[in-house]
């Protein structure tokens, strides 16, 4: 698995051939359709860390024999500078990773819109049938190849253009180049 810095987005393979704008529009799509993961789940882990470290450590450090184990500074200013400054990084890190953990799963969950709710197939590539002569979106359809399943578009919460597979999306490097 890659573990990018700044672009979640490029953990996944699929979004190899694809700009970062396309690609950062999942990420808006993961963080509105999944707030508890991408918003509130990084507030919970943070207010858990600064409750975890600024009462669990002082217990951890009186009543376990951490001392020996764990270097501390010999001045008790110099002790509660490192207390305050370890326990700011350890809720920022925390907040940070939960955070990607959870833009990590919103994604996945996007791209898993595009399956089959039955059995899990994808349905990207599938040609869109519609019933009726007008072009109506309430009545573009696609049938799962596995199940059989008939799928309204409308009803699984997509585009057309969300079913063109993510090779097919990739834009031609001449495009705005002058002849």
């Given at each position: 698995m890659r573990l990018p810095l700044f672009r979640p987005y490029r953990m996944f393979p699929q979004f190899d051939h694809l700009s970062n704008s396309e690609c950062e529009k999942y990420v808006r799509d993961a963080y509105i359709n999944t707030p508890?993961?991408?918003?509130?789940?990084?507030?919970?882990?943070?207010?858990?860390?600064?409750?975890?470290?600024?009462?669990?450590?002082?217990?951890?450090?009186?009543?376990?024999?951490?001392?020996?184990?764990?270097?501390?500074?010999?001045?008790?200013?110099?002790?509660?500078?490192?207390?305050?400054v370890l326990g700011v990084v350890f809720v920022f890190v925390a907040y940070f990773l939960t955070r990607d953990l959870g833009v990590y799963f919103g994604i996945r969950r996007e791209l898993s819109r595009s399956n089959c709710k039955k059995c899990g197939q994808s349905l990207q590539g599938l040609r869109i049938h519609s019933a009726g002569a007008d072009p109506d979106p309430a009545k573009q359809f696609v049938r799962c190849t596995e199940c059989g399943r008939r799928w309204v578009l409308l009803d699984l919460g997509l585009s057309p253009r969300d079913l063109i597979p993510f090779e097919q999306r990739a834009v031609d490097s001449r495009v705005a180049q002058r002849r």
């Open positions: 508890g993961l991408t918003a509130k789940m990084p507030l919970v882990a943070a207010v858990f860390a600064t409750i975890a470290w600024y009462i669990g450590w002082p217990v951890a450090y009186a009543t376990l024999p951490l001392a020996s184990y764990i270097p501390m500074p010999a001045s008790a200013e110099w002790r509660l500078v490192a207390y305050i």
